[in-house]
């Protein structure tokens, strides 16, 4: 049945089982791997658990289904909106609601009260008491009749108006400290607005509004360097893990192996001089050297703040690897990385004495080459590996594409990481093509598991798999 | 499936989450919720348990605490890099079967060869061992994650069906149904095809109050408000990026030291004393003093 909103809500096949799989091919559509054998053990586990427990439900089903701590991240997103849904569906088509009791008692705080309250509870981490006071917060919101009728931005004038901020908080009048406000804790009561604003307009206009796919943003690189620089640790750990057990793997291969007849000859002994067991000569793992080349102008800014803690990341695992950051002119930075740990430091350190010599903030990427060759190229032999980070806009620039083919001539492998989306490339003054045929390989790089892939081939290992 | 035709080891197993918990804090392991529910569903449905979570939040611990709580034996496969089926499942005593053949002097070969294909002469490993127990057992593959990927497909076997095939014996099944707990430290992605075979456990640091009820239960005659300083401090030295950041048994070793030094609270100069049982490279400690020690109270100031 139709209504003015969009198709009215409807709940779908009654009983658990549909809703389970419904839930779990919305997991699919998010990326996560659910395969049919996780859903028959979510059933099986299910039989086992009073599921009238709202955490033992969630738990079992995250057992059972999300087998990661990423496909854990997008479950608990999913779980929240599926069920938060459901519920909502079910309640429009039984008809029952809330209308008339709703959002009460607004009128009897001031905003000032209101805003005390909302603090208090939000330190406390009192779930309950926040859900009443987002309820409170909306209808105290609603009569001064400021709804913009758009959910989010609702949410966040609501959070304006009470004045709630993070970190330290304004002391009271009485001049007593307040505690602070975590960025976590606050987005958790906005959280609860968002539902009890969704809530309202479910019933209201009974209809569900359309569920769109996760944003993009939620899992793509760290974009600020103290967001989440540890994720980038922790991929560039695995990269030097995957480089030193390299040897091993193809140890375990049997493919052209040599036989140490010393060691086969000893090992005989045991066995009465009868070479039972054949010894080979250990495969020495490829030792990089990487050479690490950053775009750090404007137009790949939220990607270098990205690139730089990669770089940061593989300083801390290579021994081997020297780094330069380039805008018009291109510059050494090993030494930054050496000296400091602290990432904060190394950035401020880069833009005050990189000497990018950043007159025009437009990138050069012809005589980034120039310099490169002439400078740095004699020292480039058949075992090093250059990494290109950039995005190949030349601003109208010339390209100088043979300077960078005797770079690539030199080099033993040059790979090119390019923040943007391969849908980009060649667009506008993207001359990404001119490179490309140069590079070992060229890469869109942009999310952890992109970097991971790219680890792969670094390594030397299989082409990456998906 | 499992749930069709109830296995008889199943008969001994926990009747609710509230019990398992309870049989775990018996042993001096308070689970989470979480981990109480994993356990008791890996015991109900049989099947194994993937713990992945960062070093030192007591992974190996559930492990053993499973093992004393339900009174089975802790069979421990310790993984590393160049692990092989030889070292993990079962070997061929070799040396044993050169005697055999020796000492047959004029038996035939097909005497001979079905003889030393015997049991006899089967070296049995750790896997091995869980399947082959007449009692049911714990297995823990520890740091499932340092092995390559084709130990990995070497376990499933064992993971999905508590089988083992031996091509000179045939297939070797199960007497009994293990617990199998495996641990992770995240250090490579896993395959889909081993994690499809488990359930998923992620063990984090504790919260405040949990980490506090583990301390004073390691360390009873810590006085709480002390307790409860020691576990802040952790948990702020945690939030710094360090090289190895606290685990929860350095908090417990913590908390003796501070018994053993007599401390009554935590200032810097004890801060300063001890912190090489929290921390435990160079870098690190320069960075903790540097950011947590100066945020304690310093004992000089406080008397004047």
């Known amino acids: 049945m139709p209504t003015p909103y969009g198709n009215r809500a409807e709940a779908g096949p009654p009983g658990l089982a549909p809703k389970l799989l419904a839930f779990c091919e919305e997991l699919r559509s998010e990326g996560v791997a659910v395969g049919t054998s996780e859903i028959l053990d979510a059933f099986a586990a299910l039989e086992k658990v009073p599921w009238t427990d709202p955490d033992d439900f969630r738990e ?8 990661s701590q990423e496909d854990r991240r997008v479950f608990e997103l999913i779980f929240d909106r599926f069920f938060f849904r459901a519920a909502e569906a079910e309640a429009v088509q039984r008809g029952i609601g809330e209308q008339g009791q709703r959002f009460e008692g607004g009128d009897r705080l001031d905003l000032e009260g209101l805003r005390e309250a909302v603090r208090q509870a939000i330190v406390a981490g009192n779930d309950g008491e926040m859900r009443d006071l987002a309820r409170l917060a909306i209808s105290a919101f609603g009569r001064r009749g400021e709804g913009s009728g758009v959910v989010g931005v609702d949410v966040q004038r609501i959070r304006r108006t009470l004045g709630l901020t993070t970190g330290a908080q304004p002391p009271t009048e ?9 960025r976590a804790d606050l987005t958790r009561f906005e959280r609860m607005l968002r539902r009890e604003l969704e809530r309202g307009l479910i019933e209201r206009t009974q209809a569900l509004p359309p569920s769109r796919p996760l944003a993009e943003l939620d899992r793509a690189l760290p974009s600020s360097p103290s967001q989440d620089l540890a994720a980038v640790h922790r991929a560039v750990t695995r990269l030097k893990r995957r480089l030193a057990t390299l040897g091993h793997e193809q140890r375990g291969r049997r493919r052209s192996r040599v036989v140490d007849v010393r060691r086969t000859m000893r090992a005989s002994l045991e066995t009465g001089g009868v070479p039972l067991r054949l010894r080979y000569r250990p495969k020495r793992p490829r030792r990089p050297e990487i050479y690490v080349l950053c775009d750090v102008s404007t137009s790949v800014t939220s990607a270098s703040v990205f690139f730089l803690s990669v770089l940061h990341a593989l300083h801390d695992s290579f021994r081997k690897l020297r780094s330069f950051v380039f805008i018009e002119r291109i510059s050494e930075v090993t030494e930054v990385f050496e000296d400091e740990r602290d990432f904060r430091a190394i950035a401020q350190r880069i833009s005050s004495e990189g000497g990018v010599a950043d007159v025009s903030g437009y990138t050069d ?6 310099e490169f060759l002439t400078e740095i190229a004699d020292e480039l032999d058949p075992r090093s590996t250059v990494i290109v980070l950039g995005d190949a806009r030349t601003n109208g620039r010339e390209p100088h594409a043979e300077v960078f083919a005797r770079i690539s001539e030199r ?56 | 499936m499992a749930a069709s035709a109830e296995p008889p080891a199943a008969a001994g197993a926990p009747g609710s989450v509230a019990e398992v918990r309870e049989a775990l804090a018996r042993v001096d392991y308070l689970a989470d919720e979480p981990a109480a529910l994993v356990s008791f569903l890996s015991q109900r449905l049989d099947k194994p348990v993937l713990v992945e979570g960062p070093a030192g939040v007591g992974k190996t611990e559930l492990a053993k605490a499973l093992s004393r709580a339900t009174g089975r034996e802790l069979i421990r496969l310790q993984c590393y890099e160049g692990l092989d089926e030889a070292k993990a499942l079962y070997e061929w005593n070799y040396r044993k079967q050169l005697l055999r053949i020796q000492a047959g002097g004029e038996a ?31 297995l823990l593959i520890d740091e499932i994650d340092k092995t390559d990927q084709e130990f990995e497909a070497m376990l499933l076997e064992l993971l999905s069906d508590f089988q083992i095939t031996i091509p000179e014996l045939g297939r070797i099944e199960a007497q009994t149904m293990p617990i199998v707990v495996l641990t992770s430290n995240n250090v490579r992605e896993l395959t889909e095809a081993l994690k499809r075979r488990c359930l998923y456990l992620w063990l984090d640091y504790p919260t405040v109050e949990r980490e506090m009820e583990i301390v004073r239960l390691h360390a009873p005659d810590l006085p709480e408000h002390l307790a409860r300083r020691l576990v802040e401090v952790i948990q702020m030295v945690r939030e710094l990026d360090l090289k190895k950041p606290p685990s929860i048994a350095e908090s417990i070793d913590w908390a003796r030291t501070l018994l053993l030094m007599g401390a009554e609270d935590i200032d810097q100069d004890v801060f300063e004393q001890s912190i090489s049982i929290i921390v435990k490279h160079r870098t690190d400690i320069d960075l903790v003093s540097e950011r947590v020690g100066v945020k304690l109270a310093d004992p000089l100031r406080q008397q004047g």
């Open chain 1, 174 to 182: 009485e001049g007593e400290e307040q505690p602070r406000i975590d």
């Open chain 1, 365 to 370: 990427y012809g005589r980034v080459w120039l």
């Open chain 1, 411 to 466: 080099a033993g492998r040059l790979f090119w990481l390019n923040p943007e989306p391969k849908l980009y490339w060649n667009y506008g003054d993207s001359v990404m093509a001119a490179y490309e045929r140069y590079c070992d390989g060229a890469f869109e790089c942009w999310t952890t598991k992109h970097l991971e892939q790219f680890v792969n081939i670094v390594a030397g290992g299989a082409p990456a798999e998906a």
């Open chain 2, 108 to 138: 035939g070969w097909e005497e001979v060869h079905g003889d030393i294909f015997d049991r006899e002469f089967l070296l049995t490993r750790p896997l091995m061992q869980a399947i082959a127990s007449p009692d049911p057992v714990v």
């Open chain 1, 60 to 67: 079992t089903l995250a057992a059972t289904i999300a087998k």
